[in-house]
């Protein structure tokens, strides 16, 4: 069985840093390609960034490029979001997704980041 | 970007009645490699987003056969034969053939 946990999420102030990590089991690691996601308080959703399955490959949106860096241990099966300069409109839950083909396979059950003073 | 639309964004339903989601995509979603890169999510209340559909109509496991998806290029249909109490929650369409990816803005399912 797939699971997918995330962790590392918090209240930071404005400015501040915080790295997400979510660690995987259940798959063969290094062969999919992993993908963040969030949601904002009762909104819809919003890709963040994908990684390919080696790590040799990184995607980002717009709103968070040159803030928040994607990363991959398979040797630890896990994934990592590094977010730094964090701004009110990063508060949200940030979910981890087994990705292939274009879609999101599995997605994990979310941590919650709230960025405010 | 390519930008997904949904209609409608709320949805009431009678129990056992059908459900029709609409999923519209600013570009063609099909690939040169011919599938065409469209998954549908659900997502109730207080869970993570789970996946219904994927590749337009390709239900995965587990899930129920009322669920049904159809379309191509740029207009896709999520359906509901008969609606249940489980099924109340939002739904999304999202698109996987360039980046960034994006998804609709949602469909709430809600029973009348």
């Known amino acids: 069985e797939v699971q997918l946990v995330e962790s590392g999420g918090g209240l930071v102030q404005p400015g501040g840093s915080l790295r997400l990590s979510c660690a995987a089991s259940g798959f063969t690691f290094n062969k999919y390609p992993m993908r963040w996601v969030r949601q904002t308080p009762g909104k819809g959703l919003e890709w963040v960034s994908d990684?390919?399955?080696?790590?040799?490959?990184?995607y980002y949106a717009d709103s968070v490029k040159g803030r928040l860096t994607i990363s991959r241990d398979n040797s630890r099966n896990t994934v990592y979001l590094q977010m730094n300069s964090l701004r009110g409109e990063d508060t949200a839950v940030y979910y981890c997704?087994?990705?292939?083909?274009?879609?999101?396979?599995?997605w994990g059950q979310g941590a919650l980041v709230v960025v405010s003073s | 970007d390519v930008v997904m639309t949904q209609s409608p964004l709320s949805l009431p339903v009678t129990l056992g009645q059908p459900a029709s989601i609409s999923c519209k995509s600013s570009e063609s979603l099909k690939h040169s490699d011919g599938n065409t890169y469209l998954t549908w999510f659900q997502q109730r209340p207080g869970q993570s987003p789970r996946r219904l559909i994927q590749?337009?109509?390709k239900r995965d496991s587990g899930v129920p056969d009322r669920f049904s998806g159809s379309g191509s290029g740029t207009d896709f249909t999520l359906e509901i034969s008969r609606v249940e109490a489980e099924d109340v929650g939002v739904y999304y369409c999202m698109q996987g053939i360039q980046w960034p990816r994006t998804f609709g803005p949602g469909t709430r399912v809600e029973i009348k």
């Open positions: 997704g087994k990705g292939s083909n274009g879609t999101i396979d599995n």
């Open positions: 590749m337009v109509f």
């Open positions: 990684i390919s399955s080696s790590g040799d490959r990184t």
